[in-house]
């Protein structure tokens, strides 16, 4: 496992998060558990979840961040893990009906803490914006939490770079801790406009990309395997199968269609499957310092998906590919 020092009071982080949705639900406590331990001993240290994980399904709240602070007990693995998780999150049922307000991150923070068994969390992130608030507003509440020692740094998720730029100038002019990292949906497959069916989620598009390589903020890439497109794409007599379900929904397009071929011929050279290579291409050097956050359901799909995000590929075979030059999408 490949390892970057992306901040100055965590211990180096590895080159994949490990997402944990559905943990509790449709991914049961004890498979939820064996993926956990599968991924520190792939050497993953970076757990990624949030307050509402799972709370859109029925049942028990909050059981994300329930099993992962179980399993921490149990097993005595806090201080092996960076701990990353979430609140914020609008009203379940309306994604417009914002949450970000200082009692309601309050409740979530301590709520979190409590379902992790922990003190505190490394990084604590915002998991929406709400531009109504004005940006210095929002850093005062989290540099107040911050200065509690709940978390050691603070990010925000699914933020537009403008609010990013805004708040940061703002804790910088006024003394203030300011966010660290972000959180955007982002992987090599570009989704169809609107498939998502969320206005509330920030995509790495042109101008947001741009951004990013002009201000080199760590990203956490969510969504990052778009559902497993390109493992799941599949040539056939008429061309490429599209594969359904939200995979195909989402992302079954010309423009992916033409990456998949590159992905093919690079597969060809270098052993690895589309699937893996597009992993690959989320951490290839010398672009945005990036973590991709994988969601697995099996232990092979994560054996599947780390062994493709820590691949190095040689530098003259990828060049040889539109996809893997440092400027492209």
Known sequence: MRYSKLFKKLTPLSCVALGTDYYGK?????????????????????????????????????????????????????????????????EIGDMHASRIDLKNIMTDLAESLDCLQTDSVDIYWLHRDNPDVPAGEIAGWMDGLQRT???????????????????????????????????????????????????????MDAEEHRWYLDHPMPVFAYSSQAKGFFWKLRRTA????????????????????????????????TGLSPGQLSAAWMTRPGTIPVIPIIGAHSPEQLADSVSGAEAEIDGAIAGKYDIFRRDHL
């Open 149 to 203: 020692g709940a978390f050691t740094y603070w990010g925000v998720s699914n933020w537009k770079h403008e609010r990013i730029e805004e708040i940061t100038e703002y804790c910088c002019k006024n003394g203030l801790e300011p966010p660290v990292c972000s959180q955007i949906k982002w992987s090599l497959a570009i989704p169809n406009p609107g498939s998502a069916g969320d206005d509330t989620l920030t995509e």
């Open 26 to 90: 449709t991914i049961p406590e004890r498979d939820a558990c064996g993926l956990l331990e599968q991924y520190l001993e792939l050497g993953g240290n970076v757990v990624d979840t949030a307050h509402v994980y799972s709370d859109y399904l029925p049942g028990e709240k909050h059981m994300s961040e329930k099993v992962i602070g179980r399993w921490m007990k149990s097993e005595g693995t806090r201080k092996a893990v960076v701990l990353c998780t979430k609140g914020g999150f609008p």
């Open 238 to 269: 008429d061309g490429i199968a599209d594969p359904g379900g939200k995979a195909g929904k989402r992302y079954f397009n010309e423009e992916n269609i033409a990456r998949f071929g590159q992905l093919e011929a690079l597969s060809a050279e």
